[in-house]
Protein backbone atom coordinates (compact mmCIF):
# COMPACT_ATOMS: atom_id res chain seq x y z
CA UNK A 1 0.00 0.00 0.00
CA UNK A 2 1.50 3.58 -0.83
CA UNK A 3 0.94 6.13 1.49
CA UNK A 4 -0.27 9.98 0.57
CA UNK A 5 1.31 11.57 3.39
CA UNK A 6 4.84 10.78 4.59
CA UNK A 7 5.22 11.76 8.42
CA UNK A 8 8.68 11.13 8.79
CA UNK A 9 11.40 8.34 9.34
CA UNK A 10 11.94 6.15 12.44
CA UNK A 11 14.72 4.05 12.63
CA UNK A 12 15.19 4.16 8.80
CA UNK A 13 11.68 3.21 8.66
CA UNK A 14 9.40 5.82 6.40
CA UNK A 15 6.15 6.46 8.26
CA UNK A 16 3.08 6.98 5.67
CA UNK A 17 -0.20 7.80 6.42
CA UNK A 18 -2.98 6.85 3.38
CA UNK A 19 -5.42 9.17 3.28
CA UNK A 20 -8.26 6.70 4.53
CA UNK A 21 -6.72 6.69 8.37
CA UNK A 22 -7.54 10.44 8.75
CA UNK A 23 -11.05 9.59 8.08
CA UNK A 24 -10.84 6.99 10.67
CA UNK A 25 -8.70 9.43 13.32
CA UNK A 26 -11.67 11.63 12.99
CA UNK A 27 -14.01 8.90 13.89
CA UNK A 28 -12.07 7.65 16.96
CA UNK A 29 -12.12 11.45 18.56
CA UNK A 30 -15.48 11.67 17.98
CA UNK A 31 -16.29 8.14 19.77
CA UNK A 32 -13.80 8.78 22.19
CA UNK A 33 -16.04 12.01 23.08
CA UNK A 34 -19.01 10.53 23.35
CA UNK A 35 -17.49 8.30 25.09
CA UNK A 36 -16.01 10.35 28.18
CA UNK A 37 -18.52 12.85 27.81
CA UNK A 38 -21.31 9.89 28.64
CA UNK A 39 -18.71 8.55 31.66
CA UNK A 40 -17.74 11.60 33.48
CA UNK A 41 -20.76 14.48 32.75
CA UNK A 42 -18.64 16.50 35.87
CA UNK A 43 -16.09 16.91 32.93
CA UNK A 44 -15.83 20.23 30.89
CA UNK A 45 -16.54 20.24 26.92
CA UNK A 46 -12.57 20.93 26.39
CA UNK A 47 -11.72 18.48 29.04
CA UNK A 48 -13.91 16.17 26.97
CA UNK A 49 -12.23 16.82 23.92
CA UNK A 50 -8.59 17.48 24.56
CA UNK A 51 -8.58 13.74 26.36
CA UNK A 52 -10.02 12.40 23.26
CA UNK A 53 -7.93 13.97 20.75
CA UNK A 54 -4.96 13.15 22.73
CA UNK A 55 -5.65 9.39 23.43
CA UNK A 56 -6.39 9.00 19.55
CA UNK A 57 -2.50 10.40 19.14
CA UNK A 58 -1.23 8.26 21.51
CA UNK A 59 -2.97 5.48 20.23
CA UNK A 60 -1.73 6.46 16.67
CA UNK A 61 1.81 6.25 18.10
CA UNK A 62 0.78 2.38 19.56
CA UNK A 63 -0.44 1.51 16.12
CA UNK A 64 3.18 2.87 14.76
CA UNK A 65 4.82 0.62 17.72
CA UNK A 66 3.07 -2.17 16.80
CA UNK A 67 4.13 -2.24 13.04
CA UNK A 68 8.02 -1.42 13.78
CA UNK A 69 8.20 -4.19 15.89
CA UNK A 70 7.04 -6.02 12.72
CA UNK A 71 9.62 -3.92 10.55
CA UNK A 72 12.56 -4.57 13.03
CA UNK A 73 12.02 -8.27 13.31
CA UNK A 74 11.95 -8.84 9.85
CA UNK A 75 15.13 -6.63 9.38
CA UNK A 76 16.76 -8.93 11.71
CA UNK A 77 16.10 -11.59 8.97
CA UNK A 78 17.58 -9.90 6.31
CA UNK A 79 14.10 -9.23 4.67
CA UNK A 80 14.04 -5.38 4.10
CA UNK A 81 11.32 -2.71 5.38
CA UNK A 82 11.21 0.40 3.86
CA UNK A 83 8.55 1.92 4.92
CA UNK A 84 4.99 1.56 7.22
CA UNK A 85 1.59 2.87 5.80
CA UNK A 86 -1.41 3.11 8.24
CA UNK A 87 -4.55 3.16 6.84
CA UNK A 88 -7.92 3.03 7.87
CA UNK A 89 -8.03 -0.85 8.98
CA UNK A 90 -4.26 -0.52 10.78
CA UNK A 91 -0.86 -0.67 9.71
CA UNK A 92 1.07 -2.65 7.46
CA UNK A 93 4.83 -3.24 7.33
CA UNK A 94 5.71 -3.07 3.85
CA UNK A 95 8.07 -6.00 3.88
CA UNK A 96 9.77 -6.61 0.51
CA UNK A 97 10.67 -10.18 0.33
CA UNK A 98 9.07 -13.18 1.56
CA UNK A 99 10.42 -14.62 4.73
CA UNK A 100 13.14 -17.61 3.63
CA UNK A 101 12.29 -19.80 6.77
CA UNK A 102 9.32 -20.85 9.19
CA UNK A 103 10.89 -19.14 11.77
CA UNK A 104 11.77 -15.74 10.63
CA UNK A 105 7.56 -16.16 9.38
CA UNK A 106 6.81 -16.99 13.07
CA UNK A 107 8.56 -13.95 14.73
CA UNK A 108 7.71 -11.54 12.00
CA UNK A 109 4.36 -12.44 12.69
CA UNK A 110 4.08 -12.89 16.24
CA UNK A 111 6.21 -9.83 17.72
CA UNK A 112 3.33 -7.26 16.68
CA UNK A 113 0.23 -8.59 18.59
CA UNK A 114 3.11 -9.24 21.46
CA UNK A 115 4.23 -5.35 21.10
CA UNK A 116 0.77 -4.10 21.33
CA UNK A 117 -0.38 -6.99 24.76
CA UNK A 118 2.78 -5.58 26.85
CA UNK A 119 1.54 -2.11 25.70
CA UNK A 120 -2.36 -2.50 26.70
CA UNK A 121 -1.00 -4.55 29.95
CA UNK A 122 1.31 -1.45 30.79
CA UNK A 123 -1.27 1.03 30.16
CA UNK A 124 -4.10 -0.88 32.12
CA UNK A 125 -0.99 -1.44 35.52
CA UNK A 126 -0.67 2.38 34.91
CA UNK A 127 -4.18 3.26 34.79
CA UNK A 128 -4.55 1.14 37.96
CA UNK A 129 -1.72 3.05 39.62
CA UNK A 130 -3.80 6.76 38.97
CA UNK A 131 -6.67 5.20 40.92
CA UNK A 132 -8.56 3.81 37.68
CA UNK A 133 -10.82 0.52 38.08
CA UNK A 134 -13.56 -0.82 35.84
CA UNK A 135 -15.90 0.13 34.77
CA UNK A 136 -14.18 3.91 34.72
CA UNK A 137 -15.07 5.27 38.22
CA UNK A 138 -12.17 7.78 38.24
CA UNK A 139 -12.30 11.54 37.21
CA UNK A 140 -8.97 11.97 35.85
CA UNK A 141 -8.92 11.93 31.82
CA UNK A 142 -5.06 10.89 31.79
CA UNK A 143 -6.50 7.52 33.85
CA UNK A 144 -9.07 7.00 31.63
CA UNK A 145 -7.01 7.27 28.74
CA UNK A 146 -4.34 5.19 29.35
CA UNK A 147 -7.36 2.70 30.59
CA UNK A 148 -8.73 3.01 27.35
CA UNK A 149 -5.41 2.11 25.28
CA UNK A 150 -5.11 -0.64 27.76
CA UNK A 151 -8.23 -1.94 26.19
CA UNK A 152 -7.70 -1.36 22.49
CA UNK A 153 -3.99 -2.66 22.68
CA UNK A 154 -4.93 -5.94 24.40
CA UNK A 155 -8.22 -6.23 21.28
CA UNK A 156 -5.95 -5.02 18.83
CA UNK A 157 -3.36 -7.92 20.23
CA UNK A 158 -6.19 -10.67 20.32
CA UNK A 159 -7.83 -9.29 16.69
CA UNK A 160 -4.54 -9.67 15.11
CA UNK A 161 -3.99 -13.38 16.31
CA UNK A 162 -7.31 -14.48 14.42
CA UNK A 163 -5.64 -16.86 12.23
CA UNK A 164 -6.43 -15.63 9.08
CA UNK A 165 -3.95 -14.39 6.50
CA UNK A 166 -2.99 -11.53 5.92
CA UNK A 167 -3.12 -10.95 9.63
CA UNK A 168 -0.29 -11.74 12.00
CA UNK A 169 -2.52 -15.25 13.25
CA UNK A 170 -2.67 -16.08 9.38
CA UNK A 171 1.59 -15.61 9.70
CA UNK A 172 2.01 -17.47 12.43
CA UNK A 173 -0.68 -20.18 11.47
CA UNK A 174 1.54 -20.78 8.03
CA UNK A 175 4.76 -20.57 9.95
CA UNK A 176 3.82 -23.65 12.14
CA UNK A 177 2.47 -25.66 9.22
CA UNK A 178 5.33 -25.01 7.23
CA UNK A 179 7.57 -25.79 10.37
CA UNK A 180 5.45 -29.25 10.44
CA UNK A 181 5.01 -29.74 7.23
CA UNK A 182 8.37 -28.19 5.83
CA UNK A 183 5.93 -27.31 2.55
CA UNK A 184 6.32 -23.08 2.25
CA UNK A 185 3.55 -23.40 -0.92
CA UNK A 186 1.28 -25.64 1.11
CA UNK A 187 1.54 -23.38 4.12
CA UNK A 188 0.63 -20.21 2.32
CA UNK A 189 -2.25 -21.90 0.49
CA UNK A 190 -3.66 -23.30 3.88
CA UNK A 191 -3.06 -19.54 5.88
CA UNK A 192 -5.04 -18.05 2.88
CA UNK A 193 -7.95 -19.94 2.57
CA UNK A 194 -8.13 -19.97 6.40
CA UNK A 195 -7.98 -16.39 5.94
CA UNK A 196 -10.58 -16.50 3.03
CA UNK A 197 -13.31 -18.75 5.14
CA UNK A 198 -12.28 -16.14 8.22
CA UNK A 199 -13.26 -12.74 6.22
CA UNK A 200 -16.68 -14.81 5.06
CA UNK A 201 -17.54 -15.34 8.59
CA UNK A 202 -16.88 -11.75 9.47
CA UNK A 203 -18.48 -10.47 6.19
CA UNK A 204 -21.54 -12.90 7.37
CA UNK A 205 -21.48 -12.12 11.02
CA UNK A 206 -20.83 -8.39 10.83
CA UNK A 207 -23.79 -7.63 8.30
CA UNK A 208 -26.76 -9.92 10.36
CA UNK A 209 -25.41 -8.21 13.23
CA UNK A 210 -25.81 -4.57 11.62
CA UNK A 211 -29.37 -5.44 10.26
CA UNK A 212 -30.68 -7.32 13.00
CA UNK A 213 -29.50 -5.17 15.76
CA UNK A 214 -28.45 -1.74 13.75
CA UNK A 215 -25.23 -1.49 15.12
CA UNK A 216 -22.58 -0.20 13.65
CA UNK A 217 -19.93 -2.35 15.13
CA UNK A 218 -21.37 -5.52 12.47
CA UNK A 219 -21.05 -2.89 9.69
CA UNK A 220 -17.26 -1.97 10.82
CA UNK A 221 -16.72 -5.82 10.66
CA UNK A 222 -18.10 -6.81 7.66
CA UNK A 223 -15.53 -3.94 6.33
CA UNK A 224 -12.61 -5.49 7.70
CA UNK A 225 -13.99 -8.45 6.13
CA UNK A 226 -14.18 -7.65 2.77
CA UNK A 227 -10.42 -6.33 3.17
CA UNK A 228 -9.65 -9.53 4.51
CA UNK A 229 -10.50 -11.19 1.77
CA UNK A 230 -9.11 -9.04 -1.03
CA UNK A 231 -5.78 -9.52 0.52
CA UNK A 232 -6.24 -12.94 0.90
CA UNK A 233 -7.62 -13.88 -2.40
CA UNK A 234 -4.48 -12.24 -3.65
CA UNK A 235 -2.56 -14.47 -1.63
CA UNK A 236 -3.94 -17.18 -2.68
CA UNK A 237 -3.75 -16.43 -6.43
CA UNK A 238 0.19 -15.68 -5.81
CA UNK A 239 0.81 -18.72 -4.33
CA UNK A 240 -1.25 -20.99 -7.03
CA UNK A 241 0.59 -18.87 -9.82
CA UNK A 242 4.22 -19.51 -8.07
CA UNK A 243 3.74 -23.62 -7.70
CA UNK A 244 1.99 -23.70 -11.75
CA UNK A 245 5.65 -22.15 -12.73
CA UNK A 246 7.41 -23.54 -10.12
CA UNK A 247 10.09 -25.87 -12.20
CA UNK A 248 9.24 -23.40 -15.67
CA UNK A 249 12.39 -21.39 -16.93
CA UNK A 250 12.80 -18.81 -19.03
CA UNK A 251 13.88 -20.99 -21.87
CA UNK A 252 10.58 -22.73 -21.31
CA UNK A 253 8.50 -19.93 -21.75
CA UNK A 254 10.37 -18.00 -24.67
CA UNK A 255 9.84 -17.21 -28.06
CA UNK A 256 12.70 -17.61 -30.26
CA UNK A 257 11.56 -16.18 -33.41
CA UNK A 258 13.84 -12.68 -33.56
CA UNK A 259 12.97 -9.86 -36.63
CA UNK A 260 15.69 -7.61 -36.76
CA UNK A 261 15.32 -3.93 -37.61
CA UNK A 262 17.68 -1.09 -39.02
CA UNK A 263 18.38 1.38 -36.60
CA UNK A 264 18.66 4.33 -39.17
CA UNK A 265 14.93 3.46 -40.61
CA UNK A 266 12.31 6.20 -40.30
CA UNK A 267 10.03 5.28 -37.97
CA UNK A 268 7.08 5.78 -40.66
CA UNK A 269 8.87 2.87 -43.03
CA UNK A 270 8.64 0.86 -39.53
CA UNK A 271 5.17 1.16 -39.20
CA UNK A 272 3.83 0.68 -42.78
CA UNK A 273 6.50 -2.03 -43.88
CA UNK A 274 6.68 -3.78 -40.41
CA UNK A 275 3.93 -3.15 -37.81
CA UNK A 276 1.14 -3.01 -40.78
CA UNK A 277 1.86 -5.86 -42.38
CA UNK A 278 3.24 -9.08 -40.02
CA UNK A 279 3.24 -7.12 -36.19
CA UNK A 280 5.76 -8.59 -33.60
CA UNK A 281 5.66 -7.22 -30.09
CA UNK A 282 9.50 -7.49 -29.77
CA UNK A 283 12.28 -6.49 -32.40
CA UNK A 284 16.16 -6.21 -32.14
CA UNK A 285 17.35 -3.45 -33.36
CA UNK A 286 21.17 -3.30 -35.46
CA UNK A 287 23.63 -0.90 -36.04
CA UNK A 288 23.18 0.32 -39.72
CA UNK A 289 26.31 -0.88 -40.63
CA UNK A 290 26.86 -4.36 -39.61
CA UNK A 291 23.02 -6.28 -39.38
CA UNK A 292 24.66 -9.18 -37.16
CA UNK A 293 25.46 -6.57 -34.63
CA UNK A 294 22.46 -5.46 -32.29
CA UNK A 295 22.44 -1.71 -30.56
CA UNK A 296 18.83 -2.56 -29.14
CA UNK A 297 15.65 -3.00 -28.97
CA UNK A 298 12.61 -1.53 -30.18
CA UNK A 299 8.62 -2.30 -29.16
CA UNK A 300 5.22 -0.87 -31.04
CA UNK A 301 4.73 0.42 -27.46
CA UNK A 302 8.46 2.77 -28.11
CA UNK A 303 7.03 4.10 -31.16
CA UNK A 304 3.53 4.94 -29.90
CA UNK A 305 5.21 7.70 -27.52
CA UNK A 306 6.39 9.41 -30.56
CA UNK A 307 3.58 11.67 -32.32
CA UNK A 308 2.02 10.56 -35.82
CA UNK A 309 3.49 13.22 -37.54
CA UNK A 310 6.94 13.11 -35.99
CA UNK A 311 7.13 9.35 -37.42
CA UNK A 312 8.84 10.75 -41.15
CA UNK A 313 11.53 12.05 -39.05
CA UNK A 314 12.46 9.74 -36.45
CA UNK A 315 14.42 6.68 -36.78
CA UNK A 316 13.94 3.19 -34.88
CA UNK A 317 17.55 4.77 -32.86
CA UNK A 318 15.56 7.30 -31.43
CA UNK A 319 13.13 5.43 -29.53
CA UNK A 320 14.61 2.03 -28.89
CA UNK A 321 16.19 0.94 -25.50
CA UNK A 322 19.94 0.61 -26.03
CA UNK A 323 20.94 -2.83 -25.25
CA UNK A 324 23.29 -2.12 -22.79
CA UNK A 325 20.29 -0.44 -20.68
CA UNK A 326 17.81 -3.01 -21.68
CA UNK A 327 16.77 -5.47 -18.59
CA UNK A 328 17.46 -9.01 -19.91
CA UNK A 329 17.08 -12.73 -17.70
CA UNK A 330 19.35 -15.85 -18.45
CA UNK A 331 17.66 -19.14 -20.03
CA UNK A 332 17.85 -21.02 -17.01
CA UNK A 333 16.48 -18.53 -14.54
CA UNK A 334 13.08 -19.43 -13.30
CA UNK A 335 9.92 -17.92 -15.00
CA UNK A 336 8.56 -16.51 -11.48
CA UNK A 337 11.75 -14.23 -11.18
CA UNK A 338 11.83 -13.28 -14.99
CA UNK A 339 8.14 -12.17 -14.07
CA UNK A 340 9.28 -10.20 -11.20
CA UNK A 341 11.75 -8.50 -13.23
CA UNK A 342 9.10 -7.42 -15.67
CA UNK A 343 6.65 -6.52 -12.71
CA UNK A 344 9.61 -4.52 -11.45
CA UNK A 345 10.41 -2.68 -14.51
CA UNK A 346 6.80 -2.36 -15.77
CA UNK A 347 7.85 -3.84 -19.57
CA UNK A 348 6.15 -6.68 -21.35
CA UNK A 349 8.97 -7.97 -22.82
CA UNK A 350 12.29 -9.31 -21.78
CA UNK A 351 15.32 -10.06 -24.07
CA UNK A 352 16.54 -13.92 -22.85
CA UNK A 353 20.17 -14.02 -23.68
CA UNK A 354 22.84 -17.09 -23.67
CA UNK A 355 26.82 -16.44 -23.80
CA UNK A 356 25.81 -12.54 -24.60
CA UNK A 357 23.57 -13.06 -27.43
CA UNK A 358 20.15 -12.81 -27.30
CA UNK A 359 18.63 -16.25 -28.47
CA UNK A 360 14.65 -15.20 -27.56
CA UNK A 361 12.09 -13.17 -26.00
CA UNK A 362 9.93 -13.53 -22.86
CA UNK A 363 6.52 -12.13 -23.22
CA UNK A 364 3.93 -11.50 -20.40
CA UNK A 365 1.42 -13.51 -23.25
CA UNK A 366 4.08 -16.43 -23.01
CA UNK A 367 3.47 -16.69 -19.19
CA UNK A 368 -0.28 -16.24 -18.75
CA UNK A 369 -0.34 -18.77 -21.59
CA UNK A 370 2.20 -21.27 -20.11
CA UNK A 371 -0.24 -20.87 -17.00
CA UNK A 372 -3.38 -21.66 -18.41
CA UNK A 373 -1.90 -24.75 -20.08
CA UNK A 374 -0.69 -26.16 -16.92
CA UNK A 375 -3.77 -25.53 -15.44
CA UNK A 376 -5.88 -27.32 -17.82
CA UNK A 377 -3.51 -30.37 -18.18
CA UNK A 378 -3.55 -30.14 -13.78
CA UNK A 379 -7.49 -30.04 -13.80
CA UNK A 380 -7.76 -32.90 -16.69
CA UNK A 381 -5.38 -35.52 -14.70
CA UNK A 382 -6.73 -35.15 -11.41
ZN1 LIG B 1 0.70 -6.77 12.97
Redesign the pocket.
Known sequence: MKPSLNIGKFLGVEIGVHYTWLFIAVLICVTLAGRFSTMHPDWSGTVVWATAVGTALLFFVTLIM??LS?AIVARAYNLPVHSITLFALGGVANIEKEPETPKAEFWVGIV??IVSAIIGVICFIAASGLGWSPPDSTTSPIASSLAWLGYINLTLALF?MIPAFPL?GGRVLKAVIWWITKNAEKSSRIAGRSGQVMALLFIGGGMTMALTTGSFSGLWLAIIGWFLIRAATASVVQTEVAETLKDVTAADAMTSTLVNVPSDMPLSGFVEERLSTAPHHFYLVTSPTDDQKIVGLVTPHDVAKVQRNDWPRKTVADVMVPLNRAQVTELDTPLIQALHTMNEHQINQLPVVANHRIVGVLSRDNVVQIVQNRRELGSRSA
Open positions: HEHGPND
